[in-house]
């Protein structure tokens, strides 16, 4: 099985300052055949499901702010929040789904400074 | 635009069976794959199983902690995805999520809350 590791697991950030999350994965997630990293990244406020933020490691999903950006390839990834927002406050997740089971991160908390 | 409905969640007692459901529109449900991802209260995600599509056998894949005990099912013509659940154990309490993987992208449901306590 793959494990997904994240780092840090909390993490404080002044308003409009850069936030990185990293996780590593203990296999590669790349696809060779097709040069798709299987990797996503979640975002989950209190009380309300988890929201896809980045998938293929890198693309952004639709409607999400351009200050988040993926990063990475084969076992170690990692998330970008450009100028910190206080809505960004939240619990960020990896998922691998390159094969069964789809492992996840521990999650990393995210706070403002 | 995707949607996902759970429900059947509820209170069970350790060792009872519970059934959920998950209503699925706004996509060609019989083309993609879906799975179930668990939160307990408090904690991180922990995916639970996947049911691939038609074009993959159905084949269905299990966390190692509910194999055996849990059967993630579809029924294509309802546009419905199931996770039986048996032999439920205490730490078996979460919110269950229903998900979607279109093209690498995946939508979630907002889940239905399972509490085993006697």
């Known amino acids: 099985d793959i494990v997904m590791t994240q780092s840090p697991d909390s993490l404080a950030v002044s308003l409009g300052e850069r936030a990185t999350i990293n996780c590593k994965s203990s296999?590669?997630?790349?696809?060779?055949?097709?040069?798709?990293?299987?990797l996503a990244w979640y975002q989950q406020k209190a009380g309300q499901p988890p929201k896809l933020l980045i998938y293929?490691?890198?693309t952004r999903e639709s409607g999400v702010p351009d200050r988040f950006s993926g990063s990475g390839s084969g076992t170690d990834f990692a998330l970008t929040i450009s100028s910190l927002q206080a809505e960004d406050v939240a619990v960020y997740y990896c998922?691998?789904?390159?094969?069964?089971?789809?492992?996840f991160g521990q999650g990393t908390q995210l706070e403002i400074k | 635009e995707v949607q996902l409905v759970e429900s059947g969640g509820g209170l069970v007692q350790p060792g009872e069976s519970l059934r959920l459901s998950c209503a699925a529109s706004?996509?060609?449900?019989?083309?993609?794959?879906m799975d179930w991802v668990r939160q307990a209260p408090g904690k991180g995600l922990d995916w639970v199983g996947l049911?691939?599509?038609?074009?993959?056998?159905?084949?269905?894949h299990y966390a190692a902690s509910v194999r055996g005990r849990f059967t993630v099912s579809r029924d294509d013509s309802k546009n419905s995805l199931y996770l039986q659940m048996n032999s439920l154990k205490t730490e078996d309490t979460a919110v269950y999520y229903c998900?979607?993987?279109?093209?690498?992208?995946?939508?979630w449901g907002q889940g239905t809350l399972v509490t085993v306590s006697s």
């Open positions: 998900r979607v993987w279109i093209l690498g992208r995946v939508s």
């Open positions: 706004g996509f060609s449900f019989n083309e993609h794959f």
């Open positions: 049911s691939k599509n038609r074009g993959a056998s159905y084949t269905t």
């Open positions: 296999q590669s997630v790349l696809d060779s055949s097709n040069i798709n990293n299987h």
């Open positions: 293929w490691a890198s």
């Open positions: 998922q691998q789904y390159f094969t069964t089971p789809y492992s």
